[in-house]
């Protein structure tokens, strides 16, 4: 189990989309820790891999969110930006999916 603290920086590390190596180096872990990080890093049951998405998905938004505020305004390369991550994003979606089935 980790601190309260240490959660909180593994989401803004996800929100960077740091490597799991590079976090390790910013938390600090050495040995079995570093190795139990590994470890919890790849798997979706642990506390570590849902506080890194947390974070990734919060940036994801924030950037989106930002993008569709520019684009209302007229922005038109922010327009393209968005509908190109949009598209990204989509694709992605059917790529999970068809690695599902």
């Known amino acids: 189990m980790h601190s309260e603290e240490t959660l909180s920086k593994i989401i803004d590390l996800g929100s960077l989309g740091y490597p799991a190596r590079k976090c390790i180096n910013i938390l600090g872990l050495e040995g079995e820790a570093a190795e139990q990080f590994l470890k919890d890093f790849s798997d979706p049951k642990s506390e570590v891999f849902s506080a890194y998405n947390i974070g990734k998905d919060k940036a994801d938004f924030e950037i989106d969110a930002k993008l569709l505020q520019l684009a209302k305004a007229g922005d038109l390369k922010a327009i393209q930006m ?10 992605e979606e059917k790529r999970n999916k068809i690695k599902k089935t």
């Open 82 to 91: 968005l509908d190109d991550r949009l598209t990204s994003r989509q694709w």
